[in-house]
């Protein structure tokens, strides 16, 4: 049977040990870089511009101008990632504001190990199931000026969040990751899940003019000035039963987080990103229901700018930036 190019946005199980597969995982591991960077805002090494941003930007913030110097925030959702933490968190580079951990209930020591790694690290409980809102609770707890969104499995290297900064701090709203553009590569992608994700870029750019090479790529930064713009569910909300989510719970957060800023006319500039294979354990998505999931995230998505855009544009004026005069090094 063959498979669906829907599974383009799911990540690949990863290889077990032991097996062939699993020996050319650890080669790459040893590939990977060992240590970072301080956190400086350098030139931007390997970003690709989009398309210019629609003219109707009426849901961007406006206001007073960004920080050069911005504090940056990391927010890492897990669930069962106690062997994948020490290799994520002592990549990152020097001089981050604070790095958030949202936890989803795991079973195994995940606290405990990223409290020992990085000691300051700021633990947040998730209210419910799923990535989305695992980020959602991130999100919420965050007090930098630039929200970066970094997965627990060692698949993204935490070495390129200064050049998703510079991206940011050069004037785009959103820095999106890309395996596909210049610099970018994936050691983890078929290709199915490559004709997939190209399928999905052409459904958002013809339904929403935005041009982006890799929609299902979820290492993404922006200014958290930007978060009412998203309007994402509320994390606490009594009226949703015990053990139930909601739409942009789970995997559909990163699509949704993408047409959402597009739809509000952000200016997104693309950073190129390798991806690497899961380091522990085994992804947690389904290839056919997440990938129809991001299908009809799209469409949804697509039918809610049409329904508030028959209604009066409101602007949303920028909160006045939190960052501090000095070098984003400690």
């Known amino acids: 049977m063959k498979q669906s190019a829907l599974v383009g946005c799911v990540d690949a199980v990863s290889p077990g040990e032991g097996t062939r597969e699993g020996s050319r995982h650890r080669r790459l591991e040893t590939a990977r870089p060992s240590r970072l960077q301080e956190l400086q805002v350098p030139h931007i090494g ?65 606290v405990e190990v990223a409290r020992e790694v990085l000691p ?54 959103v820095a999106k990751g890309t395996r596909f553009g210049h610099g970018g590569s994936s050691h983890d992608i078929t290709r199915v899940r490559r004709l997939g994700n190209a399928g999905l870029n052409l459904a958002v750019r013809v339904l929403y003019g935005a041009r982006h090479s890799d929609l299902c790529y979820g290492y993404v930064a922006f200014w958290a000035d930007m978060l009412p713009v998203l309007d994402l569910p509320a994390t606490v909300d009594p009226s949703i039963p015990a053990g139930t989510s909601v739409n942009g719970d789970g995997f559909e957060i990163e699509t949704m987080i993408t047409v ?27 290839a056919m229901s997440d990938g129809l999931r991001v299908l009809r995230t799209i469409l949804t998505e697509r039918r809610r700018v049409a329904a508030r855009r028959s209604q009066a544009p409101v602007r949303v004026t920028r909160a006045r930036t939190r960052a501090r005069a000095g070098d984003l090094t400690s």
């Open 46 to 110: 390997h970003s690709v511009d989009t398309e210019a941003a629609p003219p109707d930007r009426g849901a961007v913030p406006d206001g007073p101008r960004r920080s050069a110097s911005p504090r940056v925030t990391v927010v890492v959702p897990t669930r069962n990632e106690a062997r994948n933490l020490p290799h994520v968190l002592t990549r990152l580079p020097e001089g981050l504001h604070e790095v958030i951990l949202v936890d989803g209930g795991s079973v195994d020591d995940t």
């Open 260 to 286: 959402r800023f597009a739809a509000a006319g952000a200016r997104f500039t693309e950073v190129g990103s390798v991806e690497w294979p899961r380091i522990h354990g085994v992804s947690n998505l389904n």
């Open 120 to 173: 300051s690290i700021r633990v947040v409980h998730q209210t419910r199931r799923g990535k989305g809102n695992a980020l959602a609770c991130g999100f919420e707890a965050t007090t930098g000026d630039i929200v970066v969104m970094l997965d627990a499995d060692g698949s993204a290297d935490p070495g390129e969040i200064p050049a998703f900064v510079a991206a940011l701090v050069a004037g785009a709203d």
